[in-house]
């Protein structure tokens, strides 16, 4: 049963074939897009045709053009899956989403000097505080991790980051630390920006933890000036 997937939008789906030229016996080879997707970035079929069907039904993508879906769905794996294999397979926002994306991969595959950034490593701004842990990025993979994850522009932050313009820190849950909770930006010791996935605002526990963060650095600026 679907919401906006009729008989008809499936089999078109299902039946969609691409060809590619093998330069071993030159020909075409023919295969169908869907299950080329769900082979190569681990969908199943039923999970693939109701995240087709939820796009249909609340992004407005139609099912008439199933050249146009699964190109985009299939685009925007394999961006994600080259960037890091720590990403979401059925984003919410999948418009929006795919446009960070497009703009994070421009970013990624630009080289940033790992050295410059590892000078501003400062871990003193590192700590635990109730059951967040807030963590410095270690090289500007963190960073684009973070953005896969997240599903941000915080990777366009890189080289504000290098140039002293500003600290970005990865505030997550002290028994998950392995995956992405809140990206936190800062300047002149103080937090400016804290967002949740899909830049969502923090909820009432994470900003009293942001608040008792913001407390730590401002304690860790006047002992730095007092230095």
């Known amino acids: 049963e679907f919401v906006s997937l009729s008989k008809k939008d499936i089999y078109n789906i299902l039946m969609y074939y691409t060809s590619t030229w093998d330069n071993n016996t030159h ?12 082979e190569k970035y681990g969908y199943t079929t039923k ?9 249909a039904t609340y992004e407005a993508i139609s099912a008439d053009y ?27 926002h999948f418009l929006t989403s795919h446009q960070i994306t497009s703009r994070t991969y421009q970013r990624w595959k630009q080289e940033f000097n790992e050295e410059l950034f590892a000078k501003r490593v400062n871990k003193k701004m590192e700590t635990v505080i109730g059951d967040y842990k807030f963590i410095y990025p270690k090289t500007t993979k963190d960073i684009k991790d973070e ?14 980051v290098i140039n002293g313009q500003c600290d970005i ?13 809140v990206t936190v930006e800062i300047r002149n ?5 804290a967002r949740q996935r899909f830049n ?28």
């Open 66 to 92: 199933p050249s146009k879906i699964l190109g985009e769905i299939a685009d925007n794996c394999n961006m994600l899956s080259q960037m890091s294999n720590k990403y979401d397979k059925y984003p919410r």
């Open 200 to 227: 969502e605002s923090v909820n009432e526990s994470e900003q009293k933890a942001l608040d008792k963060y913001n407390e730590f650095l401002s304690k860790l600026n006047k002992n730095k000036e007092a230095a």
């Open 47 to 55: 999970s693939l045709l109701n995240y087709l069907d939820y796009l």
């Open 27 to 38: 020909t075409y080879k023919y295969s169908s897009k869907f299950f080329d997707i769900c």
């Open 189 to 193: 010791g103080k937090v400016v920006q």
């Open 169 to 181: 820190i990865l505030m997550r849950k002290k028994n998950d630390i392995e995956n992405s909770l």
């Open 147 to 160: 953005a896969v994850q997240q599903s941000n522009c915080v990777a366009s932050y890189i080289d504000r």
